[in-house]
């Protein structure tokens, strides 16, 4: 089944406490992207990449990493975690960055609470 | 400040009502898409418009590109409980993706 997988669903953690989300999709998609979704603003793109090796970042890029070492795997990486990056988080990729006939396709996210 | 804005924020309707969910921008976009995310899960793709005018039917719910490719609306028949969710327009004005900031909308029995 073509899927984005996300891990882990729920994470608390303590601030300063270094973790990593990991996310894999197994569609051979050379375009992926971190997203962040809070109450009224949306969803907000923290980075993307085109493709191995190949990141930039999105709106919200403070505060994350990224590396894309393999294709089917774009980690997001969070140094020094901090309260106000509490939020949802969701991976996504697609085929190309931006096509009619390539849609953007979630992970189920993983809610993130810094305490 | 949002590049796509939508409107209304929420909107909690009966069943069988009608409604319509807009999604505008300043900027001009090659095609735009719309998502829906249900509680607990990722968006989804529903559908994606193309050219100026264009007019897509999906079921029930009708999706509109205007003429200048700056804004889209989504109108929803006959509204169903199962249409319950936050729906996301999206798209890429030449530099990045971005989404609207969502309408959040309830269909009660």
């Known amino acids: 089944e073509a899927q984005v997988t996300q891990n882990p669903r729920y994470l608390i953690t303590v601030t300063g406490k270094k973790l990593t989300v990991t996310c894999s999709q197994n569609m051979n998609h050379e375009y992926m992207s971190w997203y962040r979704q809070d109450p009224g603003l949306g969803l907000r793109q923290i980075y993307y990449s085109m493709n191995v090796e190949v990141t930039d970042k999105g709106d919200v890029p403070e505060g994350y990493k990224v590396s894309r070492k393999e294709k089917r795997n774009f980690p997001l990486i969070l140094e020094s975690p901090s309260p106000n990056q509490t939020s949802l988080y969701f991976c996504a990729s697609s085929s190309n960055l931006f096509g009619y006939d390539s849609p953007l396709h979630f992970g189920n996210g993983t809610r993130l609470t810094v305490t | 400040t949002q590049l796509l804005e939508q409107s209304p924020q929420f909107l909690s309707i009966q069943e069988g009502e009608n409604l319509t969910v807009y999604c505008n921008s300043s900027?001009?976009?090659?095609?735009l898409q719309w998502y829906r995310q249900e509680p607990g899960e990722g968006p989804v793709l529903l559908v994606t418009v193309v050219t100026g005018g264009e007019v897509k039917k999906l079921k029930r719910l009708t999706f509109q590109f205007g003429d200048a490719r700056k804004d889209s609306s989504l109108h929803i028949t006959a509204a169903q409980p199962g249409d319950t969710g936050l729906y996301l327009c999206a798209g890429d004005p030449g530099n990045q993706f971005y989404f609207g900031t969502g309408t959040s909308l309830t269909v009660i029995p």
């Open positions: 900027s001009v976009f090659s095609s």
